[in-house]
């Protein structure tokens, strides 16, 4: 159970919109369409902003959207804004009651 | 409305045995369908999945920390108990709590990490 391959980094300028990839295998991503994605501000916890795939949670800004192509989740912030600046983690169900996490991609907004 | 909140030591000798606990409020884990899990998070890495309790004291273990882990639940104090035996430096890290999603898709809720350090 290997954690899910994200970019160490992105940036992007107010107003852009930028994607993040999370690259997994067929027993993991490939094979749910139970991908997660978290954003963590310094010393704060994660919090969900997108869950099975493409759904946002109540109160998450429409700027944020998921999509998913085979064994590669992709979470896509439109209209980027300073506070967006944080690092973000995708997640994925691997079967058997298991999680595994991806290494997480530092967004910078310059 | 759902909070969770861990807490326990700050910090263990290496070999010892961590004991943390999760207390959560505005959900019960005698509830059909209810799992809490954890998640750590070591000093400027990722998070890495540890374990899930459910409603019907089911449970689940990370392949490579299984050996090591336990996770209990007293459903009256609405609390989960994770224990780790044999901690080392290594395991020094941001331990969180979180509530599963009814579809067991994602953690919806988190509490806010207690972080650990393994140090003699």
């Known amino acids: 159970q290997s954690a899910l391959t994200q970019p160490a980094s992105v940036s992007g300028s107010p107003g852009q919109s930028i994607t993040i990839s999370c690259t997994g295998t067929s027993s993991d991503v490939g094979s749910y369409y139970l991908v997660s994605w978290y954003q963590q501000h310094p010393g704060k916890a994660p919090k969900l902003i997108i869950y099975?795939?493409?759904k946002r949670p109540s109160g998450v800004s429409n700027r944020f959207s998921g999509s998913k192509s085979g064994n590669t989740a992709s979470l896509t912030i439109s209209g980027l804004q300073a506070e967006d600046e944080a690092d973000y983690y995708c997640?994925?169900?691997?079967?058997?009651?298991?999680?595994?996490f991806g290494g997480g991609t530092k967004l910078t907004v310059l | 409305q759902i909070t969770l909140k861990e807490s326990g030591p700050t910090q263990v000798i290496p070999t010892q045995t961590l004991t943390l606990t999760c207390t959560f409020s505005g959900f019960s884990l005698s509830t059909s369908g209810v799992s809490v899990g954890w998640i750590r998070q070591p000093p400027g890495k990722a998070l890495e999945w540890l374990a899930l309790?459910?409603?019907?004291?089911?449970?689940r273990y990370s392949p490579s920390l299984k050996s090591r882990l336990t996770v209990t639940k007293d459903t009256s104090k609405n609390q989960v108990v994770l224990t780790m035996t044999n901690m080392d430096p290594v395991d020094t890290a941001t331990y969180y709590c979180?509530?599963?999603?009814?579809?067991?898709?994602?953690?919806?809720?988190w509490g806010q990490g207690t972080l650990v350090t393994v140090s003699s």
């Open positions: 997640c994925s169900y691997a079967g058997s009651t298991t999680w595994v």
């Open positions: 099975e795939g493409s």
């Open positions: 979180a509530h599963l999603y009814v579809s067991g898709s994602c953690f919806d809720y």
């Open positions: 309790i459910y409603w019907d004291d089911d449970k």
